[in-house]
């Protein structure tokens, strides 16, 4: 992996684990010595990172961790409750055994991590869940947008988690809801995914 690309994953990660706050000021000379590199491959990550919206570079200021704005969770929530409804729409009549053994998977290690409190480990899971079932349904337009979005979902899901770990069991138990009617082939996992997304809406804002 070039070094660009493990800057880039590395100051990521900070930034979703909060590691690196939102509002915090960062300077190259701090990213240089914590992660042993030279400045080219961090520059090069900072100018990724601040087309995603995660970074701020000024040349007065330095570089500032971008937080998200509570209008922008909210509108991520809405666009999510929309396309991942379609996509159980779309699914839940055609879904395969095969298909059905990979979310059966992922639930039982998301039960894992949630038994474990393994907050970081069940945020990729949760958002493989849900990206899975988007595979699944073969709308490349919609998955490309769910992917687009996937790190800031993450980090979403980890402040969640963060403030309740508790919430895990919740989240865990709801995608099993969702699983157990796929596996029926009943329309109500539409319902169920909208209730899902709307609750974590909901205790996100709380």
Do not use: W
Not at 137 to 142: D, F, L
Not at 151 to 160: A, S
Request: charged share 30%; hydrophobic share 40%; with cysteine.
């Amino acid at each position: 992996m070039l070094l660009k690309e493990v800057a880039y994953q590395e100051i990521k990660a900070k930034i979703l684990e909060e590691h690196y706050e939102a509002g915090q000021f960062l300077s190259e000379r701090t990213l240089i010595d914590e992660l042993g590199m030279s400045k080219t491959p961090i520059k090069n990550a900072l100018v990724r990172l601040e087309s995603e919206g995660f970074v701020t570079v000024s040349s007065k200021q330095g570089i500032i961790v971008n937080d998200i704005s509570i209008e922008r969770i909210n509108d991520i929530y809405n666009l999510r409750i929309a396309l991942e409804t379609f996509n159980c729409q779309e699914l839940y009549h055609r879904i395969t055994q095969e298909q059905l053994k990979e979310l059966e998977d992922n639930v039982q290690a998301t039960k894992e991590a949630a038994k474990n409190k393994d907050v970081t480990l069940f945020a990729t899971l949760d958002h493989e869940f849900h990206l899975a079932i988007s595979e699944f349904v073969g709308n490349k337009e919609i998955t490309r947008v769910l992917l687009n979005y996937q790190d800031h979902l993450r980090r979403i899901t980890l402040r969640h988690l963060k403030k309740d770990p508790g919430r895990v069991e919740k989240f865990y138990s709801e995608h099993e809801e969702v699983l157990d009617a796929l596996k029926r082939g009943d329309i109500k996992c539409v319902e169920l995914m909208k209730k899902h997304l709307l609750d974590s809406k909901m205790m996100y804002f709380q």
